[in-house]
């Protein structure tokens, strides 16, 4: 189906969001935070079909990472996940950028749905 780079720096929500989008037949790339997913990024060339961030990391939030991207692969999405309403405040001012914000917590369900909206055609 779809190249996923996940960028979170939870161990345990990156596992289960992988394993549960790969059963939707994606092939998913994990990254713990923004420096190392850009470096990803930039590696492959940006491709990706779609990043999917969490917004509050250490070293490289999701934010300064969808700026990145965007600058560099301008046509790659990028849906960002957060569980702080001030983190999404400051995704809203990226409606440009950013195609949705998922808000945590979800269930797989709900992500696997968010992700399959970015990616349709």
């Not at 779809?2 to 939870?10: E, H, Y």
């Not at 600058?71 to 990028?78: A, E, S």
């Amino acid at each position: 189906m779809a190249r996923i780079l996940l960028v979170d720096d939870d161990d345990g929500v990156r596992g289960f969001l992988k394993r549960g989008l790969e059963l939707d037949g994606h092939v998913v790339t994990p990254a713990p935070d923004g420096s190392d997913a850009l470096d990803i990024l930039i590696e492959t060339g940006g491709a990706f079909d779609l990043v999917l961030t969490d917004i509050r990391m250490p070293m490289m939030d999701g934010i300064a990472l969808a700026l990145a991207a965007k600058r560099d692969f301008p046509d790659l999405p990028i849906l960002l996940m957060t569980g702080y309403a001030d983190q999404r405040e400051r995704a809203r001012n990226l409606e440009a950028i950013v195609v949705d914000v998922l808000t945590k917590p979800f269930s797989l369900a709900e992500a696997r749905a968010a992700v399959a909206r970015v990616l349709a055609p």
